[in-house]
């Protein structure tokens, strides 16, 4: 059975860096299209950036990030560790969310729909 944990949240001051992990067990995640999605209080849950897996996919890797977070936020993928990161650089207050990590279908558009299994999500505090 497929498993996702996060880790790697935690409080920071505006322009703070964190990196977020989510490995999985139980299956191997390179075919699938993988993805990080956040929600705060009262709020819907966004994608914020996703990548394309391998299986069926010509663009294996490809990438897709929501406006707000384009030139600071990355997402990668390590394969041989069956994990997947979310690198946040210069956190802004409206980044504070509950963030969660998926895995779905390997030519993902970001759509949350997309996604079948779920991690338990990190939550991710921008405060001075």
């Known amino acids: 059975q497929l498993r996702l944990v996060e880790s790697g949240g935690g409080l920071v001051q505006p322009g703070g860096s964190l990196r977020l992990s989510c490995a999985g067990s139980g299956l191997a995640l390179n075919v699938f299209g993988i993805g990080w999605f956040r929600q705060a209080p009262g709020k819907e849950r966004e994608g914020v950036a996703c990548m394309k897996g391998s299986g069926g996919s010509t663009d294996f890797g490809a990438t897709y990030y929501v406006d707000s977070v384009k030139g600071r936020f990355t997402i990668s993928r390590d394969d041989a560790k069956n994990t997947h990161y979310l690198q946040l650089n210069n956190l802004k207050p409206d980044d504070t969310a509950r963030y969660y990590c998926?895995?779905?279908?390997?030519?993902?558009?970001?759509?949350?729909?997309?996604?079948?299994?779920w991690g338990q999500g990190t939550q991710v505090t921008v405060s001075s």
């Open positions: 998926a895995i779905g279908h390997p030519r993902t558009t970001c759509i949350r729909e997309e996604f079948t299994s």
